[in-house]
């Protein structure tokens, strides 16, 4: 009871401390989710009036840059989905809408002539609302993709969806047979499940009992299996709160709320503090430049 009562300490993207370093904050598969359905009611069904792009490198991967807002303008929109962390929006005229919120990117969905956040870099309006694009550290990106451009692009080439396309074990073991990287390396590799970043891979390894240590190749099946019966809960869990908004609220709803999830993570951003099954201090290591936080006598 007592260990349960204990918070993880609160951490931002630009933490100096030994815990903080190389922590990412990247939107993953729960927050971008929450943008979605944050989006969808006032894009679904309605008509792009105008679009404006005020930094070229948020349309770094729009093939030529005027395309953007030329395939925008008067276009109706038919659906809002997502595949892993990119919202991909159905455009009437079999055009693909992609947003990529990048490490610090966020939607804000505002009426016109409502003051601007600082680093506001795309906008989208509508005839009642403005789609807003805030990203200070512009590793988001926007772009409107035919058909044969969205072929060409790595988007063709993003594994199954982590919720709603999660493979089964024993694909899972295919893909994992004779790898030599780390697992958590592996469950972060876009091509094999899409969706999962850096604190939801460290929540699903603790909620599986797994050391992101271990090499792909190494896991037994029983230990396979255990990993993707943690991925649709913790995924789930994040999502039901809106996902997760570190301080430096870099992620928030298109509303302008946080995610609340941050209170509830069991192992990322934990070190030193207990863990919540058996008491062991949380270590933090560093995985292919990542921070990874890990209970050493729970996850063997």
């Known amino acids: 009871m007592g260990l349960r009562s204990r918070r993880p300490r609160r951490l931002t993207a630009t933490d100096n401390s030994p815990m903080g370093r190389n922590l990412t904050a990247m939107p993953e598969l729960p927050e971008v989710e929450s943008t979605r359905r944050g989006l969808e009611p006032f894009l679904e069904g309605k008509t792009v009036v105008e679009a404006e792009s005020r930094r070229p490198r948020m349309l770094r991967r729009q093939p ?16 809002l989905g997502r595949r892993g962390k990119f919202i991909l929006i159905d455009m009437a005229g079999d055009l693909t809408w992609v947003i990529h919120l990048g490490m610090s990117g966020r939607m804000e969905v505002k009426q016109p002539g409502e003051p601007e956040a600082p680093h506001t870099n795309v906008v989208v ?9 805030v990203d200070p550290r512009t590793f988001g990106f926007m772009a409107v993709l035919t058909p044969e ?10 594994g199954p969806d ?3 396309e999660l493979p089964r074990s024993p694909h899972l073991a295919q893909q994992f047979a004779g790898r030599k990287p780390a697992i958590k390396t592996l469950l972060l590799d876009q091509r094999i499940i899409a969706g999962l970043g850096n604190i939801y891979t460290d929540e699903i390894l603790w909620r599986a009992r797994v050391s992101p240590h271990r090499t792909g190749g190494a896991l037994a099946g029983d230990e396979i299996t255990r990993i993707r019966a943690a991925i649709r809960p913790v995924l789930e ?12 609220l870099a992620y928030l709803l298109p509303d302008g709320r946080a995610g609340e999830y941050l209170g509830r993570l069991k192992a990322y951003g ?13 270590r933090r290591s560093v995985i292919t430049q990542r921070s990874s936080f890990w209970c050493p006598r729970c996850q063997t």
């Open 237 to 248: 869990a994040g999502l039901a709160h809106g996902g997760t908004s570190l301080d430096d």
């Open 270 to 282: 934990r070190e030193g503090e207990p863990c919540y099954r058996c008491g062991t201090p949380l």
């Open 64 to 79: 030529r840059q005027r395309d953007f807002a030329d395939r925008l303008r008067r276009r109706r929109i038919r659906r």
């Open 149 to 158: 451009e969205f072929e060409a692009s790595p988007l063709a080439r993003l």
């Open 125 to 133: 309006r509508t005839a009642r609302h403005e789609i807003r694009l």
């Open 162 to 164: 982590a919720l709603t």
